[in-house]
Every structure is written in structure tokens, then in C-alpha cells.
């Protein structure tokens, strides 16, 4: 076995002198081939995720997800970061060659806004949309989410859809003169969020739709669509040229893909088969604990990068 490891040695010294390798540099080219292979689909972790194995440092969570093949990050609360942290992690990710996608400029779990006509809420969405441009060029992403808040139990559902197109309507003229692209997430009603105004991926559809715009589009979050719709496929395909992001998490719980009752490798094959070569956003929690559960996690998504 001792003669055997010196000819292995022995051998791997031989090839550097004839390609003209230092042997030094040859040992950190043999252990650069050994590092993960970027992922074929841009899945984007949030902040977090893998926290166990990258640390708590957003900056120390993007270099981890480099070296683990991914070339993408999300933050859903970026808003809520001071502007210095934001800059720190936007560097990072250009000095790693990586994108930024979506966050989300405008959210209320509590209020009316898109659905009623009240005035100072419509107002304070649009400033919120201001805000989110000069944050999406700091981040250089084209990808806002804005959360449509709740239903009005005051007004007939087509009334909603009314004052939500035109809301939507202005947002898209803001976008559209930046280039950039409002996403819209339908929520489930029957575990996480009852009572939101934008529930459906129909609906969702029905939007984008109404308002006519490059600028104003569809989130397809897995995980919210099945608890509340089920029929994936069909509903993403009829959707398809509304869709312009997607999310994911397995159900019940929440959790990476594998875990739950969602068939996660025909889905990311599917739309990787129709030609998606967006954003995939990673917005789950692990299911096992510390180090060994985000290993299995991470592992997961390797054998679900679609071939």
C-alpha cells in the first residue's frame, strides 16, 4: 500500500514536469477539479438557508455558495438591511461573477392596499416603489417583488381586480422607465396566509394580463401553488408567458425539496425542458439540525439539478 501511494505520487509529479506544471501549483489544480461544478439551474439561496454550514456573514454566505456551485442570491427583506450592507453584499456578489434576484419593495400581511381605493395606502405603495428602484440598481437585479397585501371584505372581488389593475398599472410605468420587472406572488389561504388579496396563479394571470406590461409579471412559488391549487404542471404551463421567476419549498413544512410530497425533479426538469434559465429562489427552511441537515439539503439540490 506505502509503494503503491509513492507511485501514485510519484506519478502525478511526472505529469506537472511534462506539462511544464510546477508540482506546487499542480497540487492546487488537482484540488481546484475536485470543487462542486456550478448548478446548471440558477437556484438562489436566501440568506440563511445554509447558515450552519456558511455562517451568519451575508458576505461569508455568498462566498460558502460560490464555492458550492451557486452563482445566484436572493434576499426577500433586503429593504430592511442599512444601504452600507447592501453595498457590501452587491460588491461581493459582482466580485464573484454572480446575480442578484428578487426582493421585495412594497409588503403588508395587515392592510388593504392594491385591493381598496384608500388613498394614503396607495400613496405609500408608490413611494415604496420609488424606493425599490434606486435599491435594484444598487444590487444591479431587474426583479422586485411587491406583495399585493390583503383582500377588502367591503368590496365585490371585481372591484378588487379593478383597483388593483390600475395600481399595477403605474407601478409597470415606473418599472418599465428602468427596466425593470415587477413580480407578483400568489399566496396560499389555507396555511400560511388566509385572507391576502393575491391567492391564485389564475388570478395572478388575470393581472399581468390586464395591465399589458414587459414590466409587470408572475412569481411562481411551488410551495404556495400547491397547498392552494395543486395541478402544477398544467397551471405553470398555461401561465408559462406570464412567469418570469420562481420559488420553491416542498409541503408540509416548508422545507428543501424531498422532504415533502412535491415531485421536485420532473418540475425543475420541466421548466428547465421549456426553456427557463431564470432565477430558481431557494425560500425554505432545513429540515435536519445544524451542519448535517443543511449537508443534506445542499445534496439534495445536486440531484435535482435538472441533466
Not at 143 to 148: E, I, Q, R
Amino acid at each position: 500500500m506505502k509503494r503503491r501511494a509513492f507511485i501514485g505520487k510519484g506519478l502525478a509529479t511526472g505529469t506537472a514536469v511534462a506539462l511544464g506544471i510546477p508540482s506546487a501549483s499542480f497540487g492546487s489544480h488537482l484540488q481546484s477539479r475536485q470543487e462542486p461544478q456550478p448548478f446548471r439551474m440558477k437556484f438562489s439561496p436566501e440568506f440563511g438557508v445554509f447558515a450552519a454550514l456558511a455562517g451568519t456573514d451575508p458576505v461569508e454566505q455568498i462566498h460558502w455558495g460560490y464555492d458550492n456551485g451557486f452563482r445566484a442570491w436572493e434576499s426577500t427583506m433586503l429593504k430592511n438591511r442599512p444601504v452600507s450592507e447592501q453595498e457590501r453584499i452587491s460588491s461581493a456578489l459582482a466580485k464573484k461573477g454572480m446575480e442578484f434576484g428578487q426582493f421585495v419593495g412594497t409588503l403588508t400581511f395587515s392592510e388593504v392596499t392594491f385591493a381598496g381605493r384608500d388613498t394614503s395606502a396607495r400613496q405609500k405603495v408608490m413611494q415604496d416603489v420609488l424606493n425599490s428602484v434606486e435599491i435594484a440598481k444598487r444590487m444591479n437585479t431587474r426583479y422586485v417583488h411587491n406583495v399585493l397585501g390583503r383582500l377588502d371584505p367591503k368590496l365585490p372581488y371585481d372591484f378588487q381586480m379593478a383597483n388593483a389593475i390600475e395600481l399595477l398599472k403605474r407601478i409597470a410605468e415606473v418599472y418599465e422607465s428602468h427596466g425593470l420587472i415587477m413580480v407578483m406572488e400568489a399566496m396560499n389561504h389555507r396555511i400560511d396566509h388566509p385572507g391576502m388579496f393575491l391567492h391564485t396563479i389564475p388570478q395572478a394571470y388575470a393581472l399581468a394580463k390586464a395591465v399589458g406590461s414587459p414590466s409587470m409579471k408572475v412569481l411562481f412559488d411551488a410551495y404556495h401553488v400547491q397547498i392552494q391549487e395543486g395541478n402544477l404542471f398544467p397551471t405553470l404551463d398555461y401561465a408559462w408567458d406570464e412567469i418570469a421567476y420562481f420559488q420553491i419549498g416542498d409541503t408540509p413544512g416548508r422545507k428543501e425539496p424531498g422532504t415533502g410530497e412535491i415531485n421536485y425533479r420532473n418540475l425543475l426538469q420541466h421548466i428547465h425542458n421549456k426553456g427557463y434559465r431564470g432565477f430558481v429562489g431557494l425560500e425554505h427552511g432545513i429540515l435536519g439540525d445544524g451542519k448535517e441537515g443543511a449537508m443534506a439539503a445542499l445534496n439534495s439540490y445536486r440531484e435535482l439539478d435538472p441533466t
